[in-house]
Nanobody, 126 residues
Framework: QVQLVESGGGLVQAGGSLRLSCAAS????????MGWFRQAPGKEREFVAR???????WYADFVKGRFTISRDNAKNTVYLQMNSLKPEDTAVYYC????????????????????WGQGTQVTVSS
């Protein structure tokens, strides 16, 4: 069983930066690919970024060049550095773990992620 706890959300002005953290508990957490998703009011939850245990990364087109996903396996923590934030980035951001150990493929599908955090609110003012 893996538990995920996000932190780092908040209110920021357009053009600003935030760094989200996701702390994972569980012996096998460091072997899982991890993803960040977001859900804005009235919209579907959407993929933001993904990183494998070996640090291969994928990004949604709308965050490329602005957001960076990283991980510290020793700390069982995944990060999402968000720069040049826009009002349309306002959403609840969720951390998720793909429960397939050492899987190196990509996935932007919600269904491929087994474990989810409770979410952290990010609000970007114009």
């Amino acid at each position: 069983q893996v538990q995920l706890v996000e932190s780092g959300g908040g209110l920021v002005q357009a053009g600003g930066s935030l760094r989200l953290s996701c702390a994972a508990s569980g012996r096998t957490a460091s072997s899982y690919a991890m993803g960040w998703f977001r859900q804005a009011p009235g919209k579907e939850r959407e993929f933001v970024a993904r990183i494998t245990w070996g640090r291969m990364t994928w990004y949604a087109d709308f965050v490329k060049g602005r957001f960076t996903i990283s991980r510290d396996n020793a700390k069982n923590t995944v990060y999402l550095q968000m720069n040049s934030l826009k009002p349309e980035d306002t959403a609840v951001y969720y951390c998720a773990a793909d429960g397939r150990s050492y899987y190196t493929g990509s996935s932007s599908r919600n269904d491929d992620y087994t474990y989810w955090g409770q979410g952290t609110q990010v609000t970007v003012s114009s």
